[in-house]
């Protein structure tokens, strides 16, 4: 038996645990926050027999793609005024970061 750890935005959590919901796959959410932006998180553990990781790790991939977006930057553009004026900048958000585990033990009680 597997746990995987999958940290994704809250952007992608509905379609991500309506797919896993879909294939019999149960997930515990978690409300996290952290990154560059401090932007709300959900970080999901789910258990899987050995077999299955692969179709979950699959439909994270499906499902939590990447995607551009503007965000201000409060760098100083004129140093010599000492000014900081924020410009937009585009950064890349989306995705996820997943951990695979070995679980030596699990009981449902």
Do not use: H
């Amino acid at each position: 038996m597997k746990l995987i750890v999958a940290i994704i935005q809250n952007e992608d959590v509905g379609r991500l645990l309506d797919s896993l919901q879909k294939e019999g796959i149960m997930a515990t959410k978690l409300s996290t926050s952290g990154g560059f932006l401090r932007s709300g998180n959900t970080t999901l553990l789910i258990g899987v027999e050995d077999d299955r990781v692969g179709e979950v790790i699959d439909l994270i991939s499906q499902k939590c793609k990447t995607r551009k977006q503007l965000v201000s930057s409060p760098v100083t553009n004129n140093p010599s005024v000492g000014a900081y004026i924020p410009y937009p900048i585009e950064i890349t958000i989306g995705g996820a970061t997943v951990f695979v585990i070995n679980i030596e033990r699990f009981e449902k009680v």
